[in-house]
């Protein structure tokens, strides 16, 4: 059983522990209630400080890409000479292997048509 030290019950019969939990949880209901008014897309010059933290809007969101889409088709090319290492792509655009895959896929190579 949990205990909890100087959990003994009040006079209205709950414990410290109780009361220490229900005045955190009325703390952080404020705090919920404080920020939703805060950051509501009514407040702050027409929901420019709401759009700013994120939450919605004609912004993207999300961390940049580290490849476009003109070097996304460039690797693909690079990719289907055989002779060509993925390592050496990530090194010459300055990214890791697995960027490349993730940008990219897996890319087929080109077979030889005298095979």
Not at 46 to 70: C, F, I, N, T, V
């Given at each position: 059983m949990?205990?909890?030290s ?13 009361e220490?939990?229900?005045?955190r949880?009325?703390?952080?209901l404020f ?7 805060t950051?509501s ?5 027409g ?7 994120g939450?919605g ?11 476009d889409?003109k070097e996304?088709?460039e ?13 050496d792509i ?5 990214v890791?292997?697995?960027?490349i895959?993730?940008c ?7 077979r030889s048509?005298?095979?």
């Amino acid at each position: 059983m949990f205990s909890y030290s100087g959990c003994q019950p009040a006079a209205g019969g709950k414990s410290t522990f109780d009361e220490h939990i229900d005045k955190r949880l009325k703390t952080a209901l404020f705090l919920v209630e404080k920020c939703s008014r805060t950051h509501s897309p009514s407040a702050n010059a027409g929901g420019r400080a709401w759009m700013l933290h994120g939450h919605g809007g004609a912004s993207e969101g999300g961390r940049k890409p580290k490849l476009d889409a003109k070097e996304a088709r460039e690797i693909r090319a690079l990719m289907r000479d055989p002779q060509v290492k993925v390592a050496d792509i990530a090194k010459r655009y300055g990214v890791s292997r697995t960027t490349i895959y993730k940008c990219v896929g897996v890319v087929e190579p080109q077979r030889s048509s005298n095979g």
